[in-house]
């Protein structure tokens, strides 16, 4: 199991990026996925998930902002962040749990001006 992770940079307050995460290895239809961020000094926690038949869940703190997408044509979900704040600077991570999880590289999303 293969997850690449991309997207991430530097953005203004209020700016908008996009994440992509491209698992191999899997059958990527049949499995949800997920997206979670580490912030400095802080512990891994949970963003946002979508099930296999594409119904997200969000945690409090970016419902409204975030929206998780999935293509399984590509093998691929999404995480569009809108309205980005500062508290939201962290290291990304997509996972799939198979037995056991499995996280990506990660990909810095640094929210600043």
């Known amino acids: 199991v293969q997850l690449q992770a991309s997207g991430g940079g530097l953005v203004q307050p209020g700016g908008s990026l996009r994440l992509s995460c491209k698992a191999s290895g899997i059958m990527f239809r049949f499995n949800t996925l997920g997206w979670y961020r580490q912030a400095p000094g802080k512990e891994r926690a949970l963003v946002a998930t979508?099930?296999?038949?594409?119904?997200?869940d969000y945690v409090d703190s970016v419902k409204g902002r975030f929206l998780i997408s999935r293509d399984n044509t590509k093998n691929t979900v999404y995480l569009q962040m809108n309205s980005l704040k500062p508290e939201d600077t962290a290291v990304y991570y997509c996972?799939?749990?198979?037995?056991?999880?499995?996280w990506g590289q990660g990909t810095l999303v640094t929210v600043s001006s």
């Open positions: 979508i099930t296999s038949g594409g119904t997200p």
């Open positions: 996972n799939v749990k198979i037995v056991r999880d499995y």
